[in-house]
Nanobody, 122 residues
């Protein structure tokens, strides 16, 4: 069992930056690849970024690639998503999740956090 708690969301102007954090419980945190997803009002949840269990490999959606960096600190059981050059279309609830099986960008994720709201004003 893994429990995930996101933080770091908020209101920011377009062009600004935010750093999201996701703290995990459990001693097997490093066994899980981790992902960030987001869901905007009226839209389906979409993949944003993922990182392998060791942190050596990262994956990004095209919409955030070059503007975002995902990382993890296994000693702190925490993953991060640094988002720069934010756009109004980045407005969404952001969720972190622990990967279970399948492709890391579209497979099954076993555990989810409650989400943190990111709002980007124009």
């Amino acid at each position: 069992q893994v429990q995930l708690v996101e933080s770091g969301g908020g209101l920011v102007q377009a062009g600004g930056s935010l750093r999201l954090s996701c703290a995990a419980s459990g001693r097997t945190f490093s066994n899980y690849a981790m992902g960030w997803f987001r869901q905007a009002p009226g839209k389906e949840r979409e993949f944003v970024a993922a990182v392998s269990g060791s942190g050596a490999s990262t994956y990004y959606a095209g919409s955030v690639k070059g503007r975002s960096t995902m990382s993890r600190d296994n000693a702190k059981n925490t993953v991060y998503l640094q988002m720069n050059s934010l756009k109004p279309e980045d407005t969404a609830v952001y969720y972190c999740a622990a990967h279970a099986r399948g492709p890391i960008t579209s497979g099954s994720y076993a555990y989810w956090g409650q989400g943190t709201q990111v709002t980007v004003s124009s």
